[in-house]
């Protein structure tokens, strides 16, 4: 069974920096596709990094956000820069099987407020 715990969510100024932190359990996390999803208040969910053998970003956050994987701690890394009121949401992360659209496994999600 895959679980995801993301982390690292929190309050930060428009300008400011968080680096979100996605631990897997369960098995290898270097065996999936990881991607970074965030669900603004009202809004529906959206994918805005993922990382399978290369990197992808969303264009709002190309430039803003690195997505990282340290295979010796089973962990991705969200590093979001630059940040933006409107950046404001909770963040997910998820694991899907290299070669599925679907993603299969979430976390619970971390919390990212972005005050002005």
């Known amino acids: 069974q895959v679980q995801l715990v993301e982390s690292g969510g929190g309050l930060v100024q428009v300008g400011g920096s968080l680096r979100l932190s996605c631990a897997a359990s369960?098995?290898?996390?270097?065996?999936?596709?990881i991607g970074w999803h965030r669900q603004a208040p009202g809004k529906q969910r959206e994918l805005v990094a993922y990382i399978t053998r290369g990197t992808n970003y969303y264009d709002s956050v190309k430039g803003r956000i690195t997505i990282s994987r340290d295979n010796a701690k089973n962990t991705v890394y969200l590093q979001m820069n630059s940040l933006k009121a409107e950046d404001t949401a909770v963040y997910y992360c998820?694991?899907?099987?290299?070669?599925?659209?679907?993603?299969?496994?979430w976390g619970q999600g971390t919390q990212v407020i972005v005050s002005s």
């Open positions: 369960g098995t290898v996390l270097s065996a999936y596709d």
């Open positions: 998820a694991a899907r099987l290299p070669r599925r659209l679907t993603w299969d496994y």
